[in-house]
């Protein structure tokens, strides 16, 4: 599969991944920081963003869609950054390719299966009626019926898109991730650990990483690990604590 990316700035190469129901642009205002002493490519993951369409949805097969995605851009060995979803795809790349990349960070995700918790949101996501609507504003008050945040309605109509009869069409591939969901909250194993430098970065009020994770299963794959908890996150980390996060980001890519 050939994934759809953007590419930006020079330097030391970085891929960065986004998480689920997300595309490449919800890392465009960091990313362009970032891109000031580093190469950056964000990329859209497979059934996101302008990427293709499968109904496979795990992360070996997205793995193995970012190793592809290397090969073809000729980085050999870039860093790569994930967040939730992203972060899982990080993670299995860095234990599958141990060689194919030189650190890896993850944000605000472990390598454990969670529980289902998204399907309030993609039953939203369902029920909308797309044939009817008109305007974004008709979808964010069908989404609003059952999603009274509006924060998260605006980043779920991030994916929303106009075809060329006019109508609204969603970006990603609901019925695939629907379909596949409890592949996406399954755990990222290996009888090898990565034993290359990684950096786990925390929201301090998100609970997707606890103190038993640490411990366990982020510390036993990552043998050279650093957790950095930023207090006042939540999970969308990089959005709510941008500063701190490229501060610690280039830390750990500057650091040998």
Excluded at 38 to 62: C, I, K, Q, T
Excluded at 136 to 155: H, M, N, Y
């Amino acid at each position: 599969m050939k994934l759809h990316y953007k590419e930006m700035g020079h330097g030391q190469p970085l891929l960065i991944l986004h998480g689920l129901f997300g595309t490449l642009d919800n890392w465009a205002t960091l990313a362009k920081r970032l891109a000031e002493h580093y190469n950056v490519f964000l990329v859209d993951l497979r059934n996101h963003g302008r990427s293709p369409h499968s109904e496979e949805h795990n992360y070996d097969a997205m793995a193995e869609d970012v190793l592809r995605l290397v090969d073809e851009l000729q980085i050999p060995t870039p860093a790569i950054m994930g967040h939730s979803m992203g972060g899982k795809v990080a993670m299995n790349y860095a234990l599958k390719y141990p060689t194919r990349l030189t650190k890896l960070i993850v944000v605000d995700i472990a390598p454990k299966a969670y529980p289902p918790h998204h399907d309030e949101i993609i039953d939203a996501l369902q029920s909308v009626d797309l044939s009817t609507v008109t305007s974004r504003g008709d979808v964010d008050k069908q989404l609003a019926r059952t999603i009274p945040e509006e924060s998260v309605r605006l980043f779920l109509m991030k994916n929303l898109y106009r075809k060329d009869d006019n109508t609204f069409g969603w970006r990603m591939n609901l019925d695939a991730i629907e379909k596949n969901y409890e592949k996406v909250a399954a755990p990222i194993t290996s009888e090898t650990p990565f034993k290359k430098n990684t950096l786990f970065i925390k929201g301090g009020r998100s609970r997707y990483i606890m103190p038993e994770d640490v411990y366990g299963s982020i510390e036993r794959l990552f043998t050279l690990v650093e957790v950095e908890t930023i207090p006042e996150a939540g999970h969308w980390v990089h959005a709510e604590a941008p500063d701190k996060v490229y501060d610690l980001v280039t830390r750990f890519l500057d650091t040998d």
